[in-house]
Structure formats: C-alpha cells, structure tokens
C-alpha cells in the first residue's frame, strides 16, 4: 500500500499564524495537495475555492471543486489523486483541534451531529454565503495582523468560532436531505442511531473508557460489528473516535485546570502516571508535562 504523508500547512508568504504556532493558520492563494496519499494529521481545514477546478478523493469519495465551493476536510482523512487545471486557486483555514475545544464549540453540539458532514462535506456557496465568508477571512487576518490590539487573543477565537459555526451551518442546512437518504442506503436507520449512540457514549465517558470492546457491550453488539458499522458511516475505526476524545480529555486538563500528571492519571482511570505519560506521548509526540509547557507559553506569548 502506497505510503500516507503527512502534510502540515505551509509557511512564509500567504500565510498568516500567531507566533510558530500552528494551531490556526490562515493560507491565501493555496494551489493543491502534493502528490500520493496525503494526511494533515492533527488539523480540520476549510477550504474555499476562489478560481479554476479540482478533484480529489476524500477518504475514498470523490470530490470536485470549483469556485465559490465550500469544503471542509476532516483532522485524520486521508486525501489523494488529487488534479487540478492551471488557475486553480482557494483560500484555507487550518485549525487544530484544540482550537476547537477551545471554541467550546459543542456546548450544544456533539461530536455525533457531526456524522452527517463525512458524506457531505462541501457545499456551493451563494453569493451571500461567500460575502459572509469572506468578511469573516478579512477579518480574521486584519486581527492576526494587528497582535497589540487590546484583547486581541479573545477577539480571534471570537472570529474563528464564529466562522467555524457558519461553515458546520451551511454544510447541515444544504446537505441534510441528501445525507438522511444516504445513510439510510447504506446502513439503516438502525445503524445510523447505533453510531450516534457509540458517539454519544464515547463523548460522555470524557476519556474515562478507552476499550472499544466496553463501548459495545454497552450498545448490546459484537466490537467486530461496531467497527464495520463505524466505517461505514465515519470511515472510521471505533478505536480513532475513542483516542479522540482521550486525547480532548486529557489537553483540557492539562491546560485548563492544575493537576498533577498523577492526578490526572487517576481521574482518567490509567492504571499508574507512568503508563498516562506513555499513552499521550504515543498519540501527541509530546510528554504531558511537555504540552502543558508549551500551553502556558503560548499563552504567555499572546
């Protein structure tokens, strides 16, 4: 099997981020995707074309995109085959995900209503949707420009959350029908909801249950067809959407509370702090102690 790269956003001209951070990084005039399969590990993207055409697979379904289209790419998809005519050109919002947590994006939204955009994940944006989009890109990078403004940090996640709303919004409002009938094709009603229910589930435990086979006794199924059922409608194994929202738990206590690694050990249910530090390391390349530190000085920074 052909080898997945991984794909970071690039730097230098066209390019707008706070300091070397690349939580949130703003691209202008991004022409494509290298060649062979390509992954952008740890970050969503919204892309809007703004000239010429392109097509790609997204996780093994095709894509094509031509000006004023809306995409929205997925952290952990992989993308390949990717061709494009000459003027190709869009725009592209890279934000990883703890800048969406730190949205507190799903106070009223779960990590299950977003099922339905892995089918549908672009939309042709009206002329008003694109004016609305690009004053929001305006503004974006008028504010990463201007760093001394007064609040300047807030006013950014301000822009960004209320950007990324907007974009779930008009993925929702104009694919709603055409996912329901295709979900429906291809694993039921019944599936559909048992998915939903694994999300749920996932999501509530807060990384406290990271075995997949304790999820699927729970649903009263085999783990074998859980995860049959979750790559049909994710694309995704039960095991990624677990180390998902391990990984969430875990960042959230570490920048936002004062806990000791120990501590956080024991609330999450790892059998000691030495195994804790391992399990995030694998997932993140950094220590626990190592990303609260480079947390708190981003913060410091800004």
């Not at 999820?215 to 790559?231: D, E, G, N, R, W």
Request: proline share 4%; hydrophobic share 35%.
């Amino acid at each position: 099997m052909m080898e997945i790269l991984g794909f970071k956003p690039r730097k230098g001209v066209d390019t707008l981020r706070i300091g070397d951070n690349e939580e949130l990084v703003l691209v202008d005039h991004f022409g494509g995707m290298p060649a062979g399969r390509v992954k952008p590990m740890d970050h969503g993207i919204i892309i809007i074309c703004t000239a010429g055409a392109a097509q790609f697979e997204y996780d093994g379904q095709t894509i094509q995109l031509n000006k004023n289209d809306l995409f929205l790419y997925m952290a952990h998809s992989v993308v390949e085959k990717f061709m494009s005519s000459p003027d190709f050109d869009c725009r592209e919002i890279w934000f990883s995900r703890g800048v969406m947590w730190n949205m507190n994006m799903f106070t009223k939204s779960s990590l299950s209503d977003l099922l339905p955009l892995k089918h549908n994940p672009k939309v042709i944006l009206s002329d008003t949707d694109f004016a609305m989009f690009d004053s929001y890109y305006q503004q974006l990078g008028y504010h990463m420009r201007n760093s001394s403004v007064v609040l300047y940090p807030d006013i950014v996640r301000s822009i960004v959350s209320t950007f990324l709303l907007e974009t779930l919004s008009v993925l929702r409002r104009d694919g709603e029908q055409v996912v329901t009938d295709h979900t429906q094709e291809s694993s039921g009603i019944h599936g559909k909801k048992l998915a939903e229910r694994f999300l749920q589930l996932v999501e509530q435990s807060d990384g406290r249950i990271r075995r997949v086979d304790e999820f699927a006794k729970m649903l009263h199924v085999t783990p074998k067809y859980l995860s049959k059922l979750l790559m049909e409608t994710m694309k995704r194994r039960p095991s990624v959407m677990v180390h998902f929202y391990t990984l969430k738990a875990i960042e959230n206590r570490l920048r936002f509370t004062d806990m000791t690694m120990q501590q956080i050990s024991n609330d999450l249910n790892f059998p000691n702090a030495s195994f804790f530090g391992k399990y995030f390391k694998e997932h993140t390349g950094m220590t626990p102690m190592e990303y609260r530190t480079k947390y708190q000085n981003n913060q410091e920074e800004k």
